[in-house]
């Protein structure tokens, strides 16, 4: 039997120190990193089967989140199959350029691209209505994108926003991903 592989990019972008690689981190082996490593790019590969004989081999990129790397982000961006933004909940300035950052690609791809908005450092408040007011979920509405809530220490979270991709993904490629299983 033939084995079919679809590779995909994904790439991950925003402000540097909102817990992007901590996401990738958790999303790929599970586990959080909690010291602070500035990021240039990281380069991941991860294999999902799908059955039936195929397989996903998804190239999750953590890029970086400083502006010393713009042209980078602008080649990520006319090159990624699928985009997580993300932003922290304790950083205004983040929220702002993750919606900079939706919006180049928007304009980039012609919103013909998957996105996540991601708000990432819910741990930090109990009462998440502090932030949910400044216009987040508002945004992402009238974006249609999905926004996820996570904490890059709550694996389950993680994992909720990379399957909101995938799902994304999977139904913008037309791949037939019915039950993914992530092989390690």
């Known amino acids: 039997m033939m084995r079919t592989v679809f590779a995909l990019e994904a790439k991950v972008h925003t402000l540097s120190q909102v817990g992007k690689s901590a996401l990738v981190s958790q999303f790929l082996w599970e586990g959080f990193v909690s010291d602070y490593k500035p990021t240039v790019e990281e380069f991941n590969w991860i294999e999902y089967e799908l059955g039936e004989g195929s397989a996903l081999m998804l190239q999750v990129i953590d890029s970086s989140g400083s502006h010393d790397f713009l042209a980078m982000r602008h080649f990520y961006i006319r090159t990624g199959d699928a ?3 993300v932003f922290s909940i304790d950083d205004a300035s983040s929220f702002e350029e993750a919606k900079k950052i939706i919006e180049e690609i928007e304009q980039e791809r012609n919103k013909k691209v998957p996105i996540v908005l991601v708000a990432n450092k819910c741990d930090l ?6 932030w949910k007011a400044r216009g987040s979920h508002q ?10 809530e996570c904490s890059a220490k709550r694996q389950a979270e993680v994992a909720e926003a990379f399957k909101e991709l995938l799902e994304r993904l999977r139904d913008e490629n037309r791949i037939g991903i019915t039950n993914m299983r992530k092989r390690r």
């Open 83 to 85: 985009f997580l933004v």
């Open 125 to 130: 408040y109990e009462d998440v209505m502090d």
């Open 139 to 148: 945004y992402a509405y009238t974006r249609s994108i999905p926004i996820v």
